[in-house]
């Protein structure tokens, strides 16, 4: 199921990279805002959100969000996701099944945690209504780092 999502949001992302002119993914948008729209923690770090996207269907929900603006190249994002069946869910970690039930990626020029890696514990939930979105991730990433996002309001 969450490879079927999988393989959309990565051809979403390949056409994104591609230079388009106008929205990004599904509910995109290329209008920088005045502030950050939230922050994530990566290793103790804050990092401030500039840019999200999203990609849902049948299968599942997916957020991307990164500390770059939409129009510059996306070296550094953050994806997660879970299946359709747990939208609105708070999903234990140590519980699921990678790849299966939630899904994670990051990416920074020097750090990469690829969704083939099953995060060590934790917890996710994204759940959405309309354009409204629900997300708290609090995991800890395979090599021990922590990572945490909270988030609620629009991607538009």
Same mark, same amino acid.
């Given at each position: 199921?969450?490879?079927?999502?999988?393989?959309?949001?990565?051809?979403?992302?390949?056409?994104?990279?591609?230079? =388009?002119?106008?929205?990004?993914?599904?509910?995109?948008?290329?209008?920088?805002?005045?502030?950050?729209?939230?922050?994530?923690? +990566?290793?103790?770090?804050?990092?401030?959100?500039?840019? %999200?996207?999203?990609?849902?269907?049948?299968?599942?929900? %997916?957020?991307r969000?990164?500390p770059?603006?939409e129009d510059? =190249?996306?070296?550094?994002?953050?994806?997660v996701?879970?299946?359709?069946?747990?939208?609105?869910?708070?999903?234990?970690?140590?519980?699921?099944?990678?790849?299966?039930?939630?899904? +994670?990626?990051?990416?920074?020029?020097?750090?990469?945690?690829?969704?083939?890696? =099953?995060?060590?514990?934790?917890? %996710? %939930?994204?759940?959405?209504?309309?354009?409204?979105?629900?997300?708290?991730?609090?995991?800890?990433?395979?090599?021990? =780092?922590?990572?945490?996002?909270?988030?609620?309001?629009?991607?538009?």
């Amino acid at each position: 199921m969450m490879k079927r999502l999988f393989a959309a949001f990565i051809a979403v992302l390949a056409l994104a990279s591609c230079g =388009k002119e106008e929205g990004g993914l599904e509910g995109g948008t290329d209008i920088q805002p005045a502030e950050p729209i939230g922050a994530y923690i +990566f290793d103790g770090e804050e990092f401030p959100v500039w840019s %999200m996207d999203y990609v849902a269907d049948e299968t599942g929900l %997916m957020v991307r969000f990164s500390p770059l603006t939409e129009d510059k =190249k996306q070296t550094t994002y953050a994806v997660v996701g879970v299946n359709a069946t747990l939208v609105g869910k708070e999903l234990d970690i140590e519980n699921a099944w990678n790849n299966d039930e939630y899904y +994670f990626i990051y990416e920074d020029p020097v750090m990469y945690y690829s969704v083939y890696r =099953k995060l060590q514990s934790g917890t %996710m %939930m994204i759940d959405r209504t309309g354009d409204v979105f629900d997300i708290n991730v609090s995991v800890v990433l395979p090599d021990g =780092k922590d990572f945490s996002f909270e988030y609620h309001g629009q991607i538009n």
